[in-house]
Structure formats: structure tokens, C-alpha cells
């Protein structure tokens, strides 16, 4: 519900302040006239019109009244107005974003190391502690065979619905022939 049910309109080419007392107890502040805000045609509070400022201000045409409220010029400020600040808000929402620390996952998850056993038949099967972040690009490897990363390659199947990650080792041998 605005202020008051008197528009008025600032007709000056600088931002106009009145005040209904010398305390500025109730005040308006008017943009420059032709403002691309809409700050120039604001509501008007009933103290500040009886005030001797405002009244002067009319006459001597540094303000204007506007008919009504349904005035198209009021309903187009007053939209800009709007506009101009959901911009506002949006800048400042986009502000306090830029400053949010997002958190980054440090989870770690233990799983057991693909590489060789001993006899170079199954895989070796230490625990191994992995980023989760990483467990679909590195494959799980304990420090005694963290040297073989690069011959393993993921393969990802989709059991249940669910997108896994298992680390297969490769090898170069001779290609058969038919």
C-alpha cells in the first residue's frame, strides 16, 4: 500500500528532497526528472503535502501532481520502479553468492587395491583409502603398486541402475590372427 494517494512528479533535472518538518520527520526524495529508474513521479505522505516546502514547490513548478494513481505515467513509473529493484536485488543476491565458500568434497572412501596379488594371479587386495572425488579417475592402487596406474583403464557398468566404475589392467601381447 503506498505512503500516500498523491502522486507527484519531479520536473527538475536534479534529484529533489522535501521534507515535512525541519527534523525530516517524513521526507521524499525525487529523481531527476525523466528518471530511467522511475524515481522521479513518487507517492506523496500527507505531512510532507501540508508542508509550506511543498506547497512552494508547486507553485513555483519544481513538482507537479498527477491525477491519479491509474495515470499512465504513474503505472509505467512505478513499474520501472519495480523493475529497477528486482535488478537491485538480483546484483546483490549475485554479490553475497560470490562470497559463499562453497564446500568441496573431501570425503574419502576405502576400498581395496585392483593391483596384482603375488603371484601376479587376482588382485592384491590391501585397503586403500581414495578421494571420492577421484575413485572414477584413479584407479585404486596401494603405494606398492601405485606405480602401475597408468596400465589400468576404467570400465563402467551400469548394474542396477547405478553407474560403477571397476579398473581393469591392460597388457600389450601380439594380436591373434584368424
Known amino acids: 500500500m503506498p505512503v500516500g494517494s498523491i502522486v507527484a512528479r519531479n520536473k527538475m533535472d536534479s534529484i529533489t ?26 507517492y506523496i505522505p500527507e505531512p ?3 508542508s509550506v516546502a511543498f506547497k512552494r514547490a508547486l507553485a513555483r513548478g519544481v513538482v507537479e501532481l498527477l491525477e491519479d494513481e491509474s495515470d499512465p505515467d504513474v ?17 546483490a ?16 572412501v576405502s576400498t581395496w ?14 585397503a586403500v583409502a581414495i578421494s571420492e572425488k577421484l575413485l572414477k579417475d584413479v584407479p585404486p592402487l596401494c603405494p606398492r603398486h601405485k606405480g602401475l596406474a597408468n596400465q589400468y583403464v576404467p570400465e563402467v557398468d551400469t548394474k542396477g541402475g547405478e553407474a560403477q ?14
Open 165 to 178: 566404475t571397476k579398473w581393469i589392467r591392460v597388457s600389450l601381447g601380439s594380436r591373434e590372427r584368424d
Open 75 to 91: 503505472v509505467d513509473a512505478l513499474a520501472k520502479q519495480v523493475e529497477a529493484f528486482k535488478r537491485r536485488q538480483a546484483g
Open 17 to 42: 528532497v522535501l521534507a515535512s518538518d525541519i527534523k525530516g520527520t517524513h521526507s521524499v526524495e525525487w529523481a531527476a526528472s525523466g528518471d530511467p529508474s522511475g524515481e522521479d513521479i513518487q
Open 48 to 50: 510532507v503535502m501540508e
Open 113 to 126: 587395491c585392483v593391483g596384482p596379488d603375488n603371484r601376479g594371479t587376482g588382485t592384491c587386495g590391501e
Open 93 to 108: 543476491q549475485e554479490d553475497v553468492q560470490a562470497t559463499i565458500e562453497r564446500p568441496t568434497s573431501r570425503d574419502h
